[in-house]
């Protein structure tokens, strides 16, 4: 079955350093890509999302592209602050109306 | 707009009480998901509900829980009988619709806490 495969945390970097948070997948269609963010004591909020092989997906400094040759979705960002500190979940959508859920990275930015 | 409204956001209640949680979600989707979310834990799908549809119940734990969707639009869960290991934060998601590229618009959750 499908299923989304990502870093484990947590992750913890330095204010303006880069980030990479790898994400993987495997799904016999061909799904929607998604990632969430979800901030300490907040729901989970839609980040950034792509539909298709070579887009590309950015909000609030990050960016991610859909790369169908190495099944990958990884997150990036090239400087990050405080405030980007949360959980990130990467998620797939195929054929159906399920979202399949990577595990979260925790992600910790000391100023 | 308003965005996916939940309620209570905290509820402490004692093993053995029987407890309802309630989403309201935004006007017009039709999609409807309930997931809960242990401390440090990533997402458990329990429940989702599309339109007039039969709800995919296959993610509830046990049948002592149940959650119904009134006219489209309001979502209740219910635990009953709790158990302690029904502590976690219980989030409600909605959808324009619940395929492709839309997305889900997430509540703010209800953190449960069973004594």
């Known amino acids: 079955g499908d299923s989304v495969t990502q870093m484990e945390g947590p992750v913890t970097l330095s204010e303006e350093a880069c980030l990479t948070i790898n994400c993987t997948y495997t799904a016999t269609g061909y799904p929607s890509l998604f990632w969430y963010v979800q901030y300490p004591g907040e729901g989970l909020q839609l980040l950034l999302k792509?539909?298709?092989a070579d887009d590309k997906g950015s909000n609030k400094g990050f960016e991610a592209t859909y790369r169908k040759e190495t099944t990958s979705f990884h997150l990036e960002k090239g400087s990050v602050q405080v405030s980007d500190s949360a959980v990130y979940f990467c998620a797939l959508r195929d054929s159906n109306y399920q979202l399949i859920w990577g595990a979260g990275t925790k992600l910790i930015i000391k100023p | 707009g308003a965005g996916v409204s939940q309620s209570p956001s905290n509820k402490v209640t004692e093993k053995g009480k029987d407890v309802e949680l309630r989403c309201d979600p935004i006007?017009?989707?039709?999609?409807l998901y309930w997931y809960r979310q242990s401390l440090g834990q990533g997402l458990e799908f329990l429940i989702y509900?599309?339109?007039?549809?039969?709800?995919?119940k296959s993610g509830l734990p046990s049948d002592r829980f149940s959650a119904e969707r009134t006219g489209g639009s309001v979502s209740t869960l219910t635990i009953q009988r709790t158990q302690q290991e029904d502590s976690a934060v219980y989030l409600c998601a909605s959808s324009l619709r619940g395929q492709g590229d839309s997305p889900l618009h997430f509540g703010n959750g209800t953190r449960l806490t069973v004594t």
């Open positions: 509900f599309q339109g007039n549809s039969a709800p995919d």
């Open positions: 006007s017009g989707h039709t999609a």
């Open positions: 792509a539909t298709k």
